[in-house]
């Protein structure tokens, strides 16, 4: 299961869950990047877990997988996308995929991060433009967002403008 959908393919077993994403179902949310596991760019979410979708074999994985196409819902952003927009944190945005599927999983295990807790989560994550402060301010602004949302309040915090 992909974003809430079923999808049968046949693949060779080493087949890498990023190929099957990319080539076979045409999702574009994950990225190839290093190919070993190690910027991130091809994050994705299964059963609730970031994971480096380049070195998973997809006949290995057993249950639900969510891309980035998977984080919106009739038409309105995830409070992450959202807040990624409302704090500017793109520049050539190759790694945006991979910091946004981070940050999703972190939020779900800790929906009201430290700052630490943040940098450490996000950790493995490279970003080649050094938007590093960017994606922290995003990542509280979500957790703000969640929170609000979960309790329908409304914002958690006063908006600062920069």
Sequence with gaps: RVNDATHEVDIDESTPLLYVLRNDLGLQGPRFGCGLAQCGACTVIV???AMRSC??????VRGEIT????LSADGELHPV??????EQVPQCGFCQNGQIMTAK?????NPNPTD?????GMNG???RCMTYYRIQAAVRHAADAMAADAS??????EEVIR
């Design 116 to 120: 630490e807790e943040i940098r450490q």
């Design 81 to 86: 996308q959202q807040a990624w927009i409302d």
């Design 55 to 60: 070195v998973m074999p997809a006949s290995q």
């Design 152 to 157: 329908g309040s409304g914002p958690a915090r």
């Design 125 to 127: 994550v490279l970003c």
């Design 47 to 49: 059963n609730g877990v």
């Design 105 to 109: 999983a972190l939020l779900d295990r």
């Design 67 to 70: 891309t980035l196409e998977g």
